[in-house]
């Protein structure tokens, strides 16, 4: 989105002269258990997803991240559309909590590239949408984007590379596990500017 369209959206909310599936769409937002106003963050030092043997989890954990990306970004949403503070404080609160906390997707096999490319991606918009918010302090702005750089990026580039490895289904994993890593490595590339990852994923969609 840009800014021209949360204006145009919040406009039309404002006035009344939003389409009246917009409004109930709205309403659904607003009233989304992932968008109180009492929402509680909970960060994990590793995101599992899969098979947990030596991560030193007793099992998958990756619902976590998936409800606090999630949260973050439709209350980033909100915030656009509203003005509510609160919800961009709500946002800065998630996304600071999961910077200063984990430090790694990981399993014993390959689904956490899943959880790579699909967390990656909701938390990657979540931030973008943020970055004009003044209330997120320059220094905590920064760890977040090396954080997701480094947790998140990483597994992208190395799935979109490697496929896990040229016996392991290659024809399975250039399906949607391609799309969610490229979506996150192309939304990380655009938080953090990086003309490097961007261009990568352009060349990778025509070319594979």
Known sequence: FSQADFDRVKNMLDDGSAP?????????????????????????????????????????NYSSAMEDAAAAYQMALLWKLTGTEQYAENVINILNQWAATCTEVTSNDANHKLAAGAQGYTFANAAEIMQTYDGWEEADKNTFKTWI?????????????????????????????DLVNMCSYMAIGILTENDDMINYVVNYFYNG
Do not use: M
């Open 20 to 60: 009246q599936k917009v409004k109930e769409e709205f309403e659904n937002l607003k009233n989304s258990t992932y968008t109180i106003s009492s929402y509680v963050p909970s960060p994990t030092s590793k995101i599992v997803r899969g098979d947990a043997t030596g991560t030193g989890f007793k099992g998958e």
């Open 149 to 177: 750089v480094d947790v998140f990026a990483s597994k992208n580039k190395d799935f979109l590379d490697n496929h896990q490895g040229s016996n392991n289904c290659a024809l399975h994993y250039w399906s949607n596990w």
